[in-house]
């Protein structure tokens, strides 16, 4: 038993510090300005807005993000341990290129791997991509549109009244796996009036 509780606090303390390592900040911004946010909420107007997602290209290849209108994911928390961390890797939406459509996918049970590759100039992310500097870059998404991939409908930002659910996930590098280990979290829920 003794075994068992230290394994659990030594599980604990570990993953704590993976937390903190990764060099990542994420913002949600709206007509030019980040919104900041109140206990975790978000207040947008039913209008187009973007995710700006800044990270160390060395250390980070993308984030995981989760869309939902139903708080599933969104109410694990902040530390709580995601049961299926090791199956999001392989839980994946189809994703375009550039994001040419401004949109991003609602789905309970899967993911949008939201990555960037300067090499092969291939990512999930608009276009433009800034640099920071020689290791730092910031990447943005526009959301104009919520699709929902098993109806293959789209639904503008206008009309949508309902919160929007996100959930962001960094995890070590594609290259580095065997086992997923969380290196960051962030959770949104934004409000649309």
């Excluded at 068992?4 to 060099?23: D, E, G, P, R, Y």
Aim: net charge positive; glycine share 4%.
């Amino acid at each position: 038993m003794k075994t068992t509780i230290s394994l659990f606090i030594f599980a604990l303390v570990a993953t704590s510090s993976v937390f903190s390592q990764a060099k990542v900040s994420l913002k949600i911004v709206q007509n030019g300005a980040a919104i900041a946010p109140v206990n975790g909420e978000y207040d947008l107007k039913k209008a187009p807005f973007s995710v700006e997602f800044t990270f160390d290209v060395n250390a980070v290849d993308g984030v995981f993000v989760n869309a939902d209108f139903t708080d599933g994911i969104y109410k694990i928390g902040d530390k709580a341990p995601l049961a299926d961390l090791q199956d999001i890797p392989f839980k994946l939406v189809k994703e375009d290129n550039f994001n040419p459509n401004k949109q991003i996918a609602i789905n309970s049970d899967t993911w949008s791997f939201w990555y960037y590759n300067k090499g092969t100039n291939e990512y999930r992310w608009d276009r433009d991509i800034k640099t920071i500097d020689a290791n730092t870059v910031t990447a943005t998404r526009t959301i104009e549109q919520v699709y929902f991939p098993v109806k293959e409908k789209t639904v503008k930002m206008t009309e949508v009244g309902e919160p929007l659910y996100l959930f962001f996930l960094v995890t070590n590098p594609y290259n580095q796996r065997g086992v997923v280990r969380e290196q960051y979290r962030q959770r949104a829920k934004l409000n649309f009036k």
